[in-house]
């Protein structure tokens, strides 16, 4: 079952926690982002707890394996239930990571982002340097598969690489795919986007929407509309 993840990427935290709300039982996942983390800090994700919600804490660390280490152990001392770095880090980083994640009772699942929803090939190419292969659907998979055998519960990818990345990493490694866009929202800087319902049907474990719910008119009819999205691509 595809779970919906609703991004908190608003202005403030009473914002936000007015956002969860006005979402009330329909959504149980939300991901506290850089921006919420940056003006409030862990009593971000103290909130959402007191709320009986699960919480995707999404800071990408991307730094030596003992920094990111360090700054895992404290993050997951925040009682966040997904946390998240940078599989570009490299494995000794992710095991690091993955190690620091194990100290924290109870664990919460250590995620590495492969290549950003943002990047397309042109984008990559210019990151990477113009003489390496630069497709995202060959740097994921090889990504995740790096990723699972440093010890990561799973992936942060596009719904486009979903079954390639299956394939290299199975049917237990987690699955987050952002980038979603019901039909006829504004795409925004997202480029390798994909409904609700095309990521069910690849076999998302987990869909991050962030602007078509929060910046929805109604953010509770968008969110519904959504989970509704995902039960009709299931039983398909
Ligand atoms: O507003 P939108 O739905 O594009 O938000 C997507 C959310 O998912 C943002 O908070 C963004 O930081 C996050 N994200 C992403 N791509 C990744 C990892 C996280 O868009 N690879």
Not at 48 to 56: P, Y
Not at 126 to 131: M, N, Q, T, V
Not at 140 to 157: F, I, Q
Not at 227 to 235: L, Q, S, V
């Given at each position: 079952m595809t779970n919906l993840i609703a991004a908190l990427?608003?202005?403030?935290l009473e914002e936000g926690l007015g956002l969860v709300d006005k979402l009330g039982?329909?959504?149980e996942w939300f991901k506290v982002g850089s921006r919420l983390f940056c003006l409030s800090g862990p009593t971000a994700v103290r909130e959402l707890k007191k709320r009986g919600k699960k919480v995707?804490?999404?800071?990408?660390f991307h730094d030596i394996p003992n920094t990111v280490a360090n700054a895992v152990e404290a993050v997951a001392g925040s009682g966040a239930d997904m946390v998240n770095v940078h599989a570009l880090g490299g494995s000794e980083m992710m095991r690091a990571a993955a190690g620091a994640a194990k100290k924290s009772n109870p664990e919460p699942l250590i995620i590495a982002v492969t290549v950003?929803?943002?990047?397309?090939d042109d984008s990559l190419r210019e990151a990477l340097g113009s003489e390496a292969p630069c497709a995202p659907e060959t740097h994921a998979p090889r990504l995740a598969e790096m990723a699972k055998n440093s010890g990561m519960d799973g992936v942060v990818c596009s719904a486009w690489e979903i079954e390639a990345i299956r394939r290299v990493a199975g049917d237990d490694f987690k699955l987050i795919v952002p980038g979603i866009r019901p039909s006829g929202t504004d795409i925004g800087d997202q480029k390798r986007v994909a409904t609700p319902a095309m990521a069910t049907e690849k076999g998302a474990d987990f869909i991050v929407v962030g602007r078509p719910i929060?910046?929805?008119?109604?953010p509770a009819e968008a969110a519904n509309a959504i989970t509704a999205e995902i039960a009709r691509a299931t039983k398909q």
């Amino acid at each position: 079952m595809t779970n919906l993840i609703a991004a908190l990427d608003t202005p403030s935290l009473e914002e936000g926690l007015g956002l969860v709300d006005k979402l009330g039982d329909s959504v149980e996942w939300f991901k506290v982002g850089s921006r919420l983390f940056c003006l409030s800090g862990p009593t971000a994700v103290r909130e959402l707890k007191k709320r009986g919600k699960k919480v995707f804490l999404d800071l990408k660390f991307h730094d030596i394996p003992n920094t990111v280490a360090n700054a895992v152990e404290a993050v997951a001392g925040s009682g966040a239930d997904m946390v998240n770095v940078h599989a570009l880090g490299g494995s000794e980083m992710m095991r690091a990571a993955a190690g620091a994640a194990k100290k924290s009772n109870p664990e919460p699942l250590i995620i590495a982002v492969t290549v950003l929803t943002s990047m397309n090939d042109d984008s990559l190419r210019e990151a990477l340097g113009s003489e390496a292969p630069c497709a995202p659907e060959t740097h994921a998979p090889r990504l995740a598969e790096m990723a699972k055998n440093s010890g990561m519960d799973g992936v942060v990818c596009s719904a486009w690489e979903i079954e390639a990345i299956r394939r290299v990493a199975g049917d237990d490694f987690k699955l987050i795919v952002p980038g979603i866009r019901p039909s006829g929202t504004d795409i925004g800087d997202q480029k390798r986007v994909a409904t609700p319902a095309m990521a069910t049907e690849k076999g998302a474990d987990f869909i991050v929407v962030g602007r078509p719910i929060y910046a929805a008119r109604n953010p509770a009819e968008a969110a519904n509309a959504i989970t509704a999205e995902i039960a009709r691509a299931t039983k398909q």
